[in-house]
Each structure stands twice: as C-alpha cells, then as structure tokens.
C-alpha cells in the first residue's frame, strides 16, 4: 500500500493529513488528562480510594469527552488523507472546514462520531486496565518502574486496547471518508446509510477480520506514541514529586526523610513557609 501511493502521489503523500494531526494532540491531550483527573476526583470516595473499575469509567468518560470537542479536527484530517494530492479537493485545513461545512453542512463535521465515542469506552477501558495490572507482570510495585518499564507498559496497554476498539475505528474512518461531493464516494470500498449498515455491508464484503483492516500500520503508530506518551507522563509526574519536596531524585521515587507524603503540594509548601519563618524568628532572638 506504501509503494503504490508512493508511485501514483509522491513520497509526501505518506504525511497527508499530518498537520491536522499535530494540532489536534494538543487539545485531545490536554482535555482528556484534565477531564480524567477531575473526573477521579469525582469518583474518589473520603478516604480518597478510587476502585479499579471507578479508575477506568473516568479514563472512558475522560476519552469521550476529548473526542467530542475535538472531532471536527478527525474529520478534516481524514478527508485530507483520502483525497488525490495531485488533484486535491481540499486545499488545506481552512479550506477543507469551509467547504465540508458549506456542501455537506455542520452535521458532517460530526459523521462518525457515534462509533468513535463507542470506541472510546474499550479503547480507554483496556489501555487503562491493562496499564494498572502490569505491576503483576513485573511482580514489583509501579513507583519502582524504570522508564523502559513504563514505555514497554505503555506499548502493551496500547495494543490490547486498540485490538480490542480497532473495529469502532473502521466504520468511523469509512463514515468520515464518505461523501457525495468526493471524487468516487470518497473512494469507500462500502456504500451505507449510518452506523449499524457500515458494520453489517463490511462484514458481508469483507468478512468479520474486515473489520480489522488495516490493524498492522494502526499499530505501527499508535503502540510506540503511547510508549513514550506514559514514559513521558511518568517522568514528569517524578519530576513534579521532586519540586514539591516528596523524594530524593526525579530518577527515582525514594522518599524525602521528614516528608509527610500525605500533604498535598500546597500543604507542604506552606509548612515549609512556617518552618522558615520559626527559624528565622528564633535565630533574631538569639541574635538579640
């Protein structure tokens, strides 16, 4: 597939679509880590436990949310993909916005959206339950995690997660690319009118694995990008343990001596504060 869209549109073709791309990271990411933790914090109880299956329902809402917001941005870019790059129909992002919402209406910013949220409960459900098990694989607790360790985790739980949500994935893709003002439908193999009849006409063209088509280079990209998304995330969580006083090293997560690992950062600079205010208090006594 690479070769043949290399000799009929040139090597750039492979990055058709990629500065979408780049610019819907942002938001996703930011949404989605800031609904998931609110979200937590909604679900924890007093003692601030948060069970298992708690943790994921706020990982799933948390992913649903971000592709909500943000999936105007998955449409354009899909178009963006599927067109000739030779003979485009869309000039770039601006242009694809305008003209998909002038032709085919507001509504086709969102075709799609409802297998893509569908999708976003396994997605989110198995990449956080599988994440949060891995310390029995590794027979050691997660704060001990290299970051090897944790971009080998983050590969896994992306894995079994977009395996398991790849189909939602499909049917979205093949009713983002569908369109009456594109040249040849916009080249979808099936022709459907929602949801439900793209799953059914696919399985009864392709078979069930056609649900599945195209797996391999989906997790060419996606496993490596969310190895180095937890190995990063991680890291910074150290660092941030680091700022506020709790361990030793952002390499490591060996504790502070003295520290009550039960403030919260805002606590413990406060207290830090009136340490050094006692301090400084008794040594202008003693200095007087």
């Known amino acids: 597939a690479g070769g043949r869209l290399c000799r009929a549109e040139g090597l750039r073709a492979?990055?058709?679509?990629?500065?979408?791309?780049?610019?819907?990271?942002?938001?996703?990411?930011?949404?989605?880590?800031?609904?998931?933790?609110?979200?937590?914090?909604?679900?924890?109880?007093?003692?601030?436990?948060?069970?298992?299956?708690?943790?994921?329902?706020?990982?799933?809402?948390?992913?649903?949310?971000?592709?909500?917001?943000?999936?105007?941005?998955?449409?354009?870019?899909?178009?963006?993909?599927?067109?000739?790059?030779?003979?485009?129909?869309?000039?770039?992002?601006?242009?694809?916005?305008?003209?998909?919402?002038?032709?085919?209406?507001?509504?086709?910013?969102?075709?799609g959206v409802s297998p893509a949220i569908l999708g976003a409960i396994p997605f989110s459900a198995g990449s956080f339950f599988v994440y949060i098990n891995l310390d029995k694989i590794w027979r050691e607790p997660m704060v001990h995690f290299t970051p090897l360790q944790n971009f080998i985790n983050g590969c896994v739980a992306a894995g079994v997660a977009q395996t398991l949500s790849f189909p939602f994935e499909t049917v979205k893709r093949k009713m983002q690319a569908q369109s009456p003002w594109l040249p040849h439908y916009g080249a979808v193999d099936v022709h459907f009118t929602g949801m439900a009849d793209c799953f059914r006409q696919t399985v009864k063209s392709k078979g069930v694995l056609g649900l599945w088509s195209g797996l391999t280079p989906s997790l060419l990209k996606i496993v490596p990008y969310f190895g180095v998304m937890f190995c990063t995330f991680e890291f910074c969580k150290r660092v941030c343990l680091y700022r506020n006083g709790y361990i030793e090293s952002p390499l490591n997560y060996k504790l502070t001596p003295g520290v009550d690992q039960s403030l919260q950062p805002q606590e413990l600079r406060e207290l830090k504060l009136l340490r050094r205010e006692n301090f400084e208090s008794r040594k202008s006594a003693l200095e007087n």
Not at 63 to 73: D, K, L, N, Q, S
Not at 98 to 109: D, F, M, N, V
Request: glycine share 6%.
């Open 14 to 111: 492979l990055w058709k679509g990629n500065l979408t791309a780049c610019l819907r990271l942002f938001p996703y990411s930011a949404l989605q880590l800031a609904a998931s933790r609110r979200l937590v914090i909604l679900f924890t109880d007093e003692l601030g436990h948060i069970s298992h299956w708690r943790a994921i329902m706020a990982g799933s809402l948390a992913g649903m949310v971000a592709t909500i917001v943000t999936y105007p941005t998955d449409v354009i870019k899909t178009r963006l993909i599927v067109q000739n790059r030779l003979e485009p129909s869309y000039e770039g992002i601006l242009h694809a916005f305008y003209k998909i919402y002038h032709q085919e209406g507001l509504l086709a910013l969102y075709r």
